[in-house]
């Protein structure tokens, strides 16, 4: 398009720009998501598959024309995991046979998420190219932000494990300040949940190296964890 009120074009190889992260900023209704969801039509175009993580529950819908495979968990799963979250928080003396119950049906869903990533990862099937992620829980919840690691992790174990037959990934990140946010302004006082944002942020940055570039979407710069931030090339900035 044109920078507005001007005949200046703006123009860009994003393709060749995947890789080095890209943050849109803007507040509701300024035209984020409607730009995000041009750029990862240009990404599917040029031989890179995207994966995105919806707090919104728009782009399945939206973006139905190109065929989206939900990578999803069960909205069952998901309300059983936030059950074992609630009793390791309100389990007595450290909660330890409640943590251990934790970690077993993390570990089982670690390798059902596993799977179907790499299902969509090294198929080479016409519409299997774009998968989307559903998380409808739009409140800062630790269920979000566990379940959102496990992906992230699966996702870049394979990218670093299989770099020979893993394709060029975009992911897209709607609501970043949800899955990554800036602890000290989101309210999250336990150590658990600090160690999961900090994962999640380190895990989307290692992704270059790995050809997992990043694409972010989010109201206010403040909310959002600066270690992913500070890492995006590129920025664009909507009326904030």
Do not use: W
């Amino acid at each position: 398009g044109n920078v507005p009120a001007t005949s200046i074009s703006v123009t860009g190889a994003f393709a060749d720009m995947l890789e080095y992260h890209t943050a849109i900023l803007g507040i509701t209704g300024s035209g984020k998501t409607e730009l995000a969801f041009d750029l990862l039509r240009y990404a599917l175009a040029h031989e890179t598959k995207v994966i995105c993580i919806d707090l919104t529950a728009r782009y399945e819908g939206r973006l139905s024309d190109m065929k989206p495979r939900n990578l999803s968990i069960s909205a069952a799963l998901s309300s059983d995991l936030g059950k074992k979250l609630h009793d390791v928080e309100t389990g007595a003396y450290g909660a330890p046979a409640e943590k251990k119950a934790l970690k077993e049906y993390a570990d089982k869903l670690r390798i059902d998420i596993s799977k179907n990533l790499t299902d969509f990862l090294v198929s080479a099937d016409a519409d299997k190219k774009l998968g989307i992620i559903t998380l409808d829980e739009i409140s800062n919840t630790k269920a979000t932000i566990f379940i959102t690691e496990l992906y992230l992790t699966s996702l870049l174990n394979f990218a670093r494990d299989n770099a020979a037959k893993c394709p060029r990934v975009l992911l897209v990140v709607e609501e970043a300040h949800t899955v990554m946010p800036e602890t000290s302004t989101m309210g999250l006082g336990d150590n658990d949940s600090k160690g999961l944002v900090a994962k999640i942020a380190q895990i989307a940055l290692q992704g270059r190296k790995y050809h997992v570039g990043l694409l972010v979407l989010a109201q206010r710069t403040a909310t959002v964890s600066k270690t992913v931030l500070t890492q995006c090339n590129t920025i664009v900035s909507f009326s904030c």
